[in-house]
């Protein structure tokens, strides 16, 4: 059963243009929500997260929108650089506490292209 | 802030020996560290979370005599592949929650390593 799910193996976007990549879940105790990216055969570094209580949180070119009744979340990259090229993953947790507390439930990934 | 390292970065080794693979948080203390393998093409896969000071506690289908945990201290979580087959060829990587306080509310941020490539011939 994916939890978190990430329909869009690969993006390809002009660069200077906006990304925007998409992410659904169907937990509905999951409450809060972070982004990573990853490069080949490296670990994913942390971008961006947003409580379940808020809808948008931005962090430079980065934005993250939540809409809980839709169970979505997106990442918005503006303008995108070559340099944002990477695989980006969604990722859910249930802070609430119980055995499930801290634990990451991840998505399958997004391929993004960024040309120059 | 929030760097976590992990040693060997690759490792070769023959099938039946041991691998002992280092997690640490270098500049923040982890309470709880986590371990995931990720196959080619496809997502990070939870193995197992670490807690200092108590037993490891493992995914469905992750073999705890297989892959040994230990977690000793606040910055240091190791995992052993016991006698390796081929099929443990991957790449395992770790985590390190840093509890934190966003929006007004606790909520842990888990911080990876950069990843273990093990190839077992």
């Known amino acids: 059963d994916q939890q978190v799910k990430q329909n869009s193996p690969s993006l390809s976007v002009q660069e200077g243009r906006i990304s925007i990549l998409n992410c659904d879940y169907t937990n509905s105790m999951f409450d809060y929500f972070l982004w990573y990216k990853k490069y080949p055969a490296e670990g994913p570094t942390f971008l961006i997260s947003?409580?379940?209580?808020?809808d948008k949180n931005e962090d430079g070119r980065f934005t993250v929108f939540l809409n809980k009744s839709a169970k979505h979340l997106s990442l918005h990259i503006v303008p995108s650089q070559p340099g944002d090229s990477a695989v980006y993953f969604c990722?859910?947790?249930?802070?609430?506490?119980?055995?499930?507390?801290?634990?990451?439930?991840f998505g399958q990934g997004t391929i993004l292209t960024v040309h120059p | 802030g929030a760097v976590v390292s992990q040693h060997p970065s690759w490792v070769i080794c023959k099938s039946g020996t041991s691998v002992k693979i280092e997690c640490r948080s270098l500049d923040f203390q982890a309470t709880t560290m986590f371990w995931y393998r990720q196959f080619p093409k496809q997502s990070l896969m939870l193995m197992a979370t670490?807690?200092?000071?108590?037993?490891?506690?493992?995914e469905q289908g992750v073999e705890k005599d297989k892959f040994l945990i230990n977690h000793a201290s606040l910055t240091l979580s190791t995992l052993t592949v016991t006698s390796a087959h081929p099929e443990d060829s991957s790449f395992y990587i770790c985590s390190a929650s840093q509890d934190g306080t966003r929006d007004g509310r606790r909520q842990e941020t888990q911080y990876f390593g950069p990843g273990t490539r093990l190839l077992v011939l």
């Open positions: 947003i409580s379940s209580i808020k």
């Open positions: 670490s807690n200092e000071g108590s037993k490891a506690t493992y």
């Open positions: 990722a859910a947790s249930d802070n609430a506490g119980g055995t499930s507390y801290g634990k990451l439930t």
